[in-house]
């Protein structure tokens, strides 16, 4: 198990200097799908190293117990799908997160201080709207059917488990 946990660490390693890089170069309009795409690459490279590579890893006492290979891959592709997730929440608050936006601003702004007001129109709610409409039409969540927004039928599914979880844990109407 524990050579698909150290592999599972090494792909995501390799994957998150990929995203800095790509980021950073090629500064794609669709950063999240092509952080998407690269992280299902990384199971082929991940499954790769797995199989080239001994079960010891070079590294991994004789005395550690072993489960069966098949369990043990199982096992890092699951480590590095959560390590994806992690990362991914990391991504999404520091891209779309209000809050850090606008600790930003106002830590920019003359005096490190700033009105409602002033937040307000550097931060425009509406700008904030049209970029997630645009985004869930562009992952496919919604479908534009000139100024209106239908949901697709996976968004409806999504949005009855969301109302649900909210419901559930009392979470109310807001955002």
Known sequence: MLKGVLLALATSSLYLI????????????????????????????????????????????????????LIDLVNALLVHTFLFMGSSMLYFLIDRGFSARIL?????????????????AVYAPDAVVTRRLLEMVDIGRLVRRGERFQATPRARLEGRMFAFLKGFF???PGG
Request: hydrophobic content about 55%.
């Open 104 to 120: 930003i601003e106002i830590r920019r702004a003359p005096g490190g201080a700033m009105s409602e007001a002033e937040v307000a």
């Open 170 to 172: 009392h979470l109310g």
């Open 18 to 69: 990929l995203v800095v890089i790509l980021l950073r170069a090629v500064r794609p309009e669709r950063r999240f799908r092509l952080m998407s795409r690269l992280h299902l690459a990384m199971y082929g490279v991940l499954a790769a190293a797995y199989v080239v590579t001994p079960a010891d890893l070079w590294i991994i006492p004789a005395s550690f117990p072993r489960a069966g290979w």
